[in-house]
């Protein structure tokens, strides 16, 4: 039995000491704030899925099969890795603001204005167009489907190189962005400029200034949300999806187009200063160039 058939490769296991290193971090720093997490019946759902997937791998694993099989055992593990570590750095946000550094937002308004961009007048120039408004607001919300996209399309294609690459820098430039996070919070530019978004912030920027000041200290399972500013994932997430699928044009050119309004739609309804924006695509670049140098290695399979 060869694991590193079915997922288990030289990359994964870092990836997974990745996993738990930020989940042993964020365990010290939930106990360090006197923070707590609030469990919820719902997401026992969620986590027998978990274990469901988890269980059909190694079922892949410990009954002989074919090399289809194996490549759905590898598409399974990778979906599993990712859906875990997406959940860990979930809850890591709240300590990562609780930490309570300053707020970044004056010179992340600085640096747009030095760009020569004003959000506020995006925003409300979205407003005034409500039917581009519409459309932006479900490019915002393609990201999470992308993400599943990338893990089956891949799969499908069979191109594991892709697969993998995916998988690497979903992870790395998640956990760079916690960092930044935790370097310098921002409660956002619609609070900042008080400026209304064309996307609903209330939840999001409550949760950041509450675990800022102190008067959360509870992190919900049912009210999870992204709280990153600087530089932006949600806009790294579309480019790393798309990156994954430039030898595929069929879905490349589809990623493409519908990227473009997911990336403006974070400017112009006001959810991201456009230096968030700009901060992600030098931090894909990064990710790049360190998973060609070391992590394209990691995935060969020793017969």
């Keep these: 039995m060869n694991w590193a058939q079915t997922g288990l490769n030289r990359l994964a296991i870092r990836l997974v000491l990745l996993d738990a290193a930020v989940l042993v971090i964020s365990a010290s720093l939930y106990m360090w704030l006197g923070l707590s997490i609030e469990w919820s019946p719902d997401a026992n ?50 300590p990562a603001v609780a930490l309570k550094l300053p707020y970044a937002d004056p010179w992340l308004a600085a640096a747009d204005a030095r760009l020569g961009i004003h959000v506020p007048a995006l925003a409300r120039w979205t407003h005034q167009h409500q039917t581009v408004a519409a459309v ?25 190189d892709a697969l993998w690459e995916f998988a690497f820098h979903f992870q790395v430039c998640l956990t760079i962005t916690l960092i930044t996070l935790a370097l310098w919070p921002a409660v956002c530019a619609p609070d900042y400029y008080q ?10 920027l409550a949760q950041i200034k509450g ?21 932006s994932f949600h806009v790294a997430g579309g480019l790393i999806v798309t ?23 974070t400017v112009v309804t006001a959810v991201h200063y456009a230096i968030d924006v700009i901060a992600s695509v030098p931090m894909l670049v990064a990710s790049i160039a360190i998973f060609e140098r070391w992590g394209k290695r990691l995935i060969a399979i020793e017969r």
């Design 211 to 231: 675990f800022h000041d102190g008067t959360m200290t509870v992190a919900r399972v049912t009210e999870l949300h992204g709280l990153v500013s600087f530089p």
């Design 195 to 204: 400026v209304e978004s064309a996307i609903d912030m209330t939840r999001p």
């Design 45 to 94: 759902v969620g986590a027998g899925m978990l274990v469901l997937l988890v269980a059909l791998w190694l079922y892949y694993n410990f009954s002989p099969g074919t090399q289809t099989e194996h490549r759905i055992a590898e598409v399974i593990f990778v979906l599993v890795l990712t859906l875990v570590f997406a959940n860990i750095c979930a809850f890591t946000q709240y």
């Design 136 to 160: 932006l607001r479900v490019a915002y919300f393609t990201v999470l489907p992308q993400f599943l996209l990338a893990v089956f399309g891949l799969g499908m294609l069979q191109d594991r």
């Design 243 to 265: 990156w994954a699928f430039r030898r595929h044009p069929r879905f490349l050119v589809p990623l493409v187009i519908l990227n473009i309004a997911m990336v403006a739609s």
